[in-house]
């Protein structure tokens, strides 16, 4: 059961590495002009240093709002975690509108591509949208399964009596005080229910958010790692950094909710962290075969990222924001409306700032 949690990231990890090799054929349109060696040179030199900032950057912040748990002041039950989720969620929603399906776009209506069937129909917004779609359903039925799944453990067992009509889902109380004693009955129904639901939400936002974004990591990863421009990539460095940071911080908030044990939590950390260095150095692997300009290239880029975005969006709105600001806390609260709105906004403009260097 502990590994099962996990089978769908890894198998959709293992997925992404055979990318490269689904996309290097040769491409019908003009080649991007081959650059000297001295030009090269340079391109290897930033994608170390894009491998080892890009990795910092993830692990510090994904590690974040793990590591302010132990701060009074950052718990979950506080006020200041709303603002720090809030902010996380526009950056995630950000990168779904600003990065990520503008990518889709561009990838689909390249003219490398054959004009039927690509450029007869809107291919990225479809995809988002049945993305958004499968995702709500899998979001709906994997709560469900386990929310039955836990209540059902959750019932008492009672071999002596065997509990039939209006008895059944009640047990028996007797209670004595100092003058007397009087018998009744109560439902069975587990006090943590609505904690245990809570945790169950959580648990599935985070990994299926975690696969949206491991999904995109890869890719744009993989775009960095093939580029043989300097001047391309320069920009880039700095761009994707705080891009890693800003999604790390997202993902580790819901992470931190989740209460998953230290195993797991560390398995998602290290699978968010190593996804776009991981990417970049499959990149530099296959930039001598890898073209980023083929059909086959431009459709998968296309189509993974249009789907990626379609999930980010979702979890962003309704599994991110819809829930907090739906809170009775935050409804009860007008100056924490206004910092969360503020908080909001402050994450999604940082993170457009960046679409324009990357």
Request: proline share 4%.
């Amino acid at each position: 059961m502990k590994m099962e949690k996990h089978t769908l990231l890894s198998s959709l990890f293992l997925c992404l590495l055979c990318l490269p090799f689904m996309v290097s054929a040769g491409c019908t349109c003009e080649l991007l002009s081959r650059h000297d060696a001295d030009n090269r040179t340079k391109a290897l030199k930033y994608k170390f240093v894009a491998i080892a900032s890009i990795l910092m950057a993830g692990v510090l912040g994904v590690s974040l709002p793990i590591l302010a748990k132990k701060i009074p002041a950052f718990r979950p039950e506080n006020n200041i975690f709303f603002l720090i989720k809030a902010f996380a969620a526009g950056v995630i929603l950000s990168t779904a509108f600003v990065h990520i399906l503008p990518d889709g776009y561009e990838s689909l209506s390249s003219p490398c591509l054959s004009e039927k069937p690509w450029g007869v129909f809107p291919f990225p917004g479809f995809l988002a949208m049945v993305a958004a779609i499968a995702t709500m359903m899998i979001d709906t039925f994997a709560t469900s399964f386990y929310k039955k799944s836990h209540f059902n453990k959750a019932l008492p067992v009672n071999g002596d009596e065997e509990m039939t009509g209006d008895h059944r889902g009640h047990v028996h109380v007797h209670t004595h005080a100092t003058h007397g004693h009087a018998h009744g009955s109560a439902a069975v129904v587990p006090q943590d229910s609505e904690s245990s639901h809570h945790l169950i939400r959580q648990r599935i936002v985070s990994q299926v958010l975690e696969a949206g974004i491991v999904v995109h990591s890869v890719i744009i990863g993989m775009a960095l790692g093939a580029s043989q421009s300097a001047k391309t990539i320069k920009p880039l460095v700095a761009a994707l950094t705080f891009h890693q940071f800003f999604e790390g911080m997202g993902l580790g908030g819901c992470i931190s909710q989740a209460k998953f044990k230290s195993r797991a939590v560390a398995m998602m950390l290290v699978l968010f962290s190593l996804t776009t260095p991981t990417g970049i150095a499959i990149g530099m692997g296959v930039s001598k075969v890898y073209d980023e300009n083929s059909p086959k290239a431009l459709a998968v880029e296309g189509i993974f990222n249009s789907l990626s975005a379609g999930i980010l969006i979702y979890m962003s709105l309704v599994d991110l924001l819809g829930v907090d600001f739906m809170n009775p806390i935050m409804q009860s609260n007008v100056k924490l409306q206004l910092g969360s709105n503020l908080s909001l906004l402050l994450g999604a403009a940082s993170m457009s700032l960046l679409a324009k260097w990357s």
